[in-house]
Each structure stands twice: as C-alpha cells, then as structure tokens.
C-alpha cells in the first residue's frame, strides 16, 4: 500500500443523508490526515470532540460501526460486551474497501443507513454538543450537532473506550 497524496472529495451520500435529515452541517477540507488526532490538530478542535469511527465484526458474522472520542481507543473487550458477542476484531483493510468501496481507508463516517450496519458509540461522546466526524475522505470532515446526528444516525450508547491519557509518560506521576 502506498501514501496517499490527495483525499476524495467528500462522500456525496453522507452530505445527501445530513440534507435529507435536516442536520445542518459545515464542511471542512484540510490537507491530508491519517490519524483522528492529526485529523483534530489540522481542524483547531480538541481530539475529545472529533467521532473517530471504526468498523467491528463478531464471531457470528455481525458487523457494526463503533465511535469513540479521537483521543481514546476502542477497548474491544467492552465492544464484545455491547454486542453481546464471544469475540469481536477490527475489519481489515480489505473488508473496509468492500464495506465502503467510496471512502477513503480509516473515514467512514458513522451513519448506519450509508452502510447498513448499526452505529454504537461510547457514551464520552455525548458529551459534546457538536462533533466532527470524517466525510469519507482523508481531506474532508464535517461537524454537526450531536443530537441531531445521533437521533437521525439511531446511535446506541455503550461503554466501548480504554481512555488514553495524551501527557507523556514522564508527566503522568
């Protein structure tokens, strides 16, 4: 696999479903951002307030969106637990292509009816009023309001992050 230079251009469906749904939104390109951090850096917004989605599958073959604040990592043993599943792992990079052959690796954004998976998101989440979230592309993010997101996107709230403090090891004492 090869660094991309250029992003897409925002995933024409995921601005259909916010206009459908009423939610206003703003748009944002920014150069190209691999990470939900770099992503929040080049943004100006705290990493806590960017919707880092990722894409989960159980061992019984369902799969699901899961949103977690940009600054904490997806604890897969909680996302077992809100599936109600013996085991569940990451898509690969593979499966993620398949799953949404119009986005950029890493952007899918977390609106169930785009991909028909359901959404979970973990309950830090909530407590921003506005969020941003990729747009399908490495360049692109929107920010909308949470609420209005959630009750359009049927979002489920579960315990689902291993909150990560940013400090440096040496400053954590």
């Not at 696999?1 to 920014?30: C, F, K, N």
């Not at 990451?90 to 799953?99: H, K």
């Not at 921003?128 to 949470?146: E, N």
């Given at each position: 696999?090869?660094?991309?230079?250029?992003?897409?251009?925002?995933?024409?469906?995921?601005?259909?479903?916010?206009?459908?749904?009423?939610?206003?939104?703003?748009?944002?390109?920014?150069?190209?951002?691999?990470?939900?951090?770099?992503?929040?850096?080049?943004?100006?917004?705290?990493?806590?307030?960017?919707?880092?989605?990722?894409?989960?599958?159980?061992?019984?073959g369902?799969?699901?969106?899961?949103?977690?604040?940009?600054?904490?990592?997806?604890?897969?043993?909680?996302?077992?637990?809100?599936?109600?599943?013996?085991?569940?792992?990451?898509?690969?990079?593979?499966?993620?292509?398949?799953?949404a052959?119009?986005?950029?690796?890493?952007?899918?954004?977390?609106?169930a009816?785009?991909?028909?998976?359901?959404?979970?998101?973990?309950?830090?989440?909530?407590?921003?009023?506005?969020?941003?979230?990729?747009?399908?592309?490495?360049?692109?993010?929107?920010?909308?309001?949470?609420?209005?997101?959630?009750?359009?996107?049927?979002?489920?709230?579960?315990?689902?992050?291993?909150?990560?403090?940013?400090?440096?090891?040496?400053?954590?004492?």
């Amino acid at each position: 696999m090869t660094v991309q230079e250029t992003a897409r251009p925002p995933h024409a469906g995921l601005l259909d479903w916010l206009a459908s749904h009423a939610i206003p939104y703003e748009l944002h390109e920014h150069p190209v951002a691999f990470t939900a951090r770099e992503t929040a850096r080049l943004e100006h917004i705290d990493p806590r307030t960017f919707a880092k989605t990722l894409a989960i599958a159980a061992d019984d073959g369902r799969r699901a969106l899961v949103v977690v604040d940009g600054a904490d990592m997806l604890d897969l043993v909680k996302a077992r637990r809100a599936l109600e599943a013996r085991h569940v792992r990451l898509l690969t990079e593979e499966e993620l292509g398949e799953l949404a052959p119009t986005c950029d690796l890493g952007t899918i954004p977390p609106v169930a009816e785009l991909f028909t998976l359901p959404v979970l998101a973990d309950y830090a989440v909530r407590d921003d009023p506005r969020i941003t979230f990729h747009a399908g592309s490495h360049g692109y993010c929107v920010r909308v309001d949470r609420a209005a997101w959630e009750l359009a996107a049927g979002v489920r709230y579960a315990d689902l992050a291993e909150e990560r403090d940013a400090r440096p090891r040496w400053a954590l004492s």
